[in-house]
């Protein structure tokens, strides 16, 4: 299946997933492939795990449209695709 599109400002790209509800022990996959929406090219399998589980993938390409493709087989799984944000840390405030 895949995702609606969606607009990277930053290109900067973190996937939070999680897979629950395993059929059978070691019968579920779970892949996640990150294309960009103005050519339909696939950029990266930003995920290829088995079984249950959960994790953070963070992805770094140019900014675009993107859509995900998932593709998954005896579990239920979740994702969600968050914007980077870049930011600076200045000097630390000395005490008053």
């Given at each position: 299946m895949q995702t609606e599109p969606f607009i990277s400002d930053t290109g900067s790209l973190r996937l939070r997933w999680e897979t629950r509800n395993e059929a059978a022990p070691g019968a579920g996959i779970f892949r996640v492939t990150v294309h960009s929406d103005v050519s339909g090219r696939a950029l990266v399998l930003a995920v290829d795990a088995r079984g249950?589980?959960?994790?953070?993938t963070y992805v770094s390409e140019d900014p675009r449209?993107?859509?995900?493709?998932?593709?998954?087989?005896?579990?239920?799984?979740?994702v969600a695709a968050e914007e980077g944000v870049g930011?600076?840390?200045?000097?630390?405030?000395?005490?008053?």
């Open positions: 249950v589980g959960r994790d953070i449209p993107f859509f995900l493709a998932v593709e998954s087989a005896n579990l239920d799984w979740t930011a600076t840390v200045g000097p630390a405030s000395r005490g008053r």
